[in-house]
């Protein structure tokens, strides 16, 4: 099977619409059949007559996702000693150092708002108030999950997105979960852990769940359109629970598998800061 991939780490935010029109077009005639990964706020290609492609993404607990970008961000992963301060070389000691607990508590701008509003943004698209922590970015992300995306799946339960994958779209994930399985993977897999990454204390990480109270209403409207589709596709969902209670509040561990490719590496952020999310484009 042949399948051009194009990766980047380039953020995406195009507020003008001339910029928009010209993203959508040159990704519009990237010869077919082929997957795009890239840090891109979601584009309505359909607003400007143009072939919508085929929308699929993974999010994860949204303090986990954090957590893993704070600490990566300072000490790395353990595929090399010295990777952190290659991509943070500005940074501080006292910033590197700054224990977690302090920057939430004291309300450092890494720890409060608008940094945390990070999910969200992504789903719900290039308009200036999706970057604004509030209800109508959080619809407006909802809305377009259930009219654009084949699948929007939960890192908590990679497994069962990989399957659905495999189902949905199997000239791009034939066998994906023979992969995942492999030994290779998890031996790759087990390098991209960060370094040094622990839990708050349970009054910080309460603290941060209402901060990030629009985030975690997203991912739990993620969660459970993620366990609809493995309904009606034929998987058990590990959790069937309505009422979404944090994890922290039954246990101190947010137990996440790391992602293969960290999520939180530095950009290069075009028009507006802000940080990394992987959204898949898929034109078969």
């Known amino acids: 099977m042949f399948m051009n991939s194009y990766v980047t780490c380039v953020l995406i935010i195009c507020v003008d619409f001339f910029c928009q029109v010209d993203l959508m077009r040159n990704i519009s005639t990237i010869p077919q059949p082929f997957l795009y990964t890239r840090h891109v706020h979601f584009l309505n290609f359909t607003r400007f007559r143009i072939e919508q492609p085929v929308y699929i993404n993974i999010i994860r607990d949204p303090i986990n996702r954090f957590l893993s970008n704070y600490f990566f961000r300072r000490f790395g992963d353990w595929r090399g000693e010295q990777n952190h301060l290659i991509r943070t070389p500005q940074m501080k000691d006292d910033e590197r ?3 977690i607990n302090v920057c939430i508590m004291e309300n450092y701008p890494e720890c409060s708002n608008p940094r945390l509003f990070y999910i969200v943004p992504y789903f719900c698209g290039q308009h200036p108030q999706c970057r604004e922590p509030g209800v109508w970015a959080v619809e407006r992300a909802k809305q377009n999950v259930i009219e654009n995306f084949l699948l929007v799946g939960i890192l908590e339960e ?3 997105v990989l399957l659905l994958l495999e189902r949905l779209l199997p000239h791009y994930f034939s066998d994906v979960v023979t992969i995942y399985k492999s030994p290779a993977f998890w031996k790759m897999g087990n390098l991209t852990g960060t370094v040094k990454k622990h839990m708050p204390t349970i009054e910080a990480l309460q603290v941060l769940y209402q901060r990030m109270k629009y985030e975690y209403d997203f991912y739990n409207f993620i969660r459970d359109q993620f366990h609809l589709t493995k309904k009606k596709i034929g998987l058990k969902s590990a959790s069937q629970n ?10 101190l561990a947010l137990r996440t598998h790391e992602p293969l490719e960290e999520e939180e590496e530095e950009e290069e952020e075009e028009d507006v800061g802000q940080e990394d999310s992987n959204i898949w484009l898929v034109q078969q």
Do not use: G
Request: net charge negative; hydrophobic share 30%; charged share 45%.
């Open 242 to 251: 309505s009422v979404h209670e944090p994890d922290f509040l039954r246990e």
């Open 158 to 160: 990679l497994e069962d």
């Open 97 to 99: 150092y700054l224990d």
